[in-house]
């Protein structure tokens, strides 16, 4: 079905938040910890719903090393904003001094940039998605990015990975334009991906670079039935790891890139209210009587209008 989030590693978490909330317009629709690391943020962008297809999630790790975007890594995430909205986009990133350039594949056009740590993003004009109502700071239904257009992933193993998303994954291949070769799931969002056959080097973790790429399953059952496909296929799948507001199974294709295969439920209005979501650092239950300790750690964020 397409994306379900992709994660990301970030620096300071209030550049983050001023970025994809204030300027690119998204709702943070969580605020809570890495599981894996609690003293550190996990932040989650996207629709007024928050729905898969439109996440986009960081782990915040203030003063590291940026990180080297390289062969096996998720290396430009595409947004989809409504048709009609390019123009919109290009003055507001220029309003807010962020230099974009303009490119061409598969005959769409794309706006390339950068965010404040380094990640490479691109807005992309398409019919279809349904639009994103979360309005904030001058962005409006007509324009707001309506969530994740696809990616382009890193591959100095461009065959098997093309093999993984075709023979595993089940994507359709809609054909090849220079290095790139396109592929296509069955969702309105998140659906178009494309391999860039080059090979880049070696990259490593940090600020600037993505961690994984989760991809959508209906319900537990239906992920157990994929995390038995995906062995038989040679992979090494871990087990099943409750996120909280999906379940996670991960595996790394032959190109090295970290796939997830995460489920729509049960969402991330489950332990707090739609309207305040995002608003309150939420804890799994294991870390809840460590709340005051971790909010003392944790450095305050929050929404706000820039100029
Ligand atoms: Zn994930």
Redesign the pocket.
């Known amino acids: 079905m397409g994306i ?2 992709i ?1 990301a590693i970030v620096g300071h978490p209030q550049e983050n938040v001023d970025f994809y909330a204030s300027v690119l317009g998204l709702r943070l629709v969580k605020k809570t910890v890495n599981f894996g690391d609690k003293v550190r943020y996990h932040l989650y962008f996207g629709n007024e719903q928050g729905n898969p297809g439109t996440l986009i ?1 960081f782990f915040a790790l203030p003063g590291a090393e940026n990180g080297i975007v390289g062969d096996g890594e998720v290396g430009v995430s595409s947004y989809v904003v409504p048709v009609g909205a390019m123009q919109f986009w290009k003055n507001r990133l220029e309003s807010f001094k962020v230099s974009y350039t303009e490119t061409e594949r598969f005959g769409e056009q794309y706006l390339q940039f950068q965010d404040p740590h380094g990640l490479l993003l691109e807005i992309v004009e398409r019919e279809e998605g349904a639009s994103n109502k979360w309005e904030f700071g001058g962005v409006t239904e007509d324009f707001a990015i309506k969530g994740l257009g696809g990616a382009t992933l890193y591959s100095a193993k461009s065959t098997e990975t093309a093999d993984v998303l075709d023979n595993v994954l089940g994507l359709e291949l809609v054909g090849k334009e220079g290095e790139y070769i396109r592929f296509k799931s069955a969702s309105e969002l998140g659906n178009i991906i494309d391999i860039k056959a080059t090979s880049f080097g070696k990259g490593h973790q940090g600020p600037g670079v993505v ?2 790429i ?1 991809w959508r399953t209906k319900d537990d059952a239906e992920q157990l039935e994929w995390r038995s496909f995906v062995e038989e296929n040679g992979f090494e799948v871990t087990p099943v790891r409750d ?1 909280n507001y999906f379940k ?1 199974i ?1 595996f790394r294709e032959h190109g090295g890139t970290l796939f ?1 295969i ?1 489920t729509d439920p049960p969402g991330f209005a489950h332990d707090e209210s739609w309207e305040t979501m995002g608003e309150k650092i939420m804890l799994p239950a294991q870390f809840e009587d460590e709340r005051e300790e971790l909010e003392s750690i944790l450095i305050p964020v929050e929404v706000r209008e820039i100029k």
């Open positions: 379900h989030h994660t999630t961690h994984h989760a996120r996670a991960y997830e995460a």
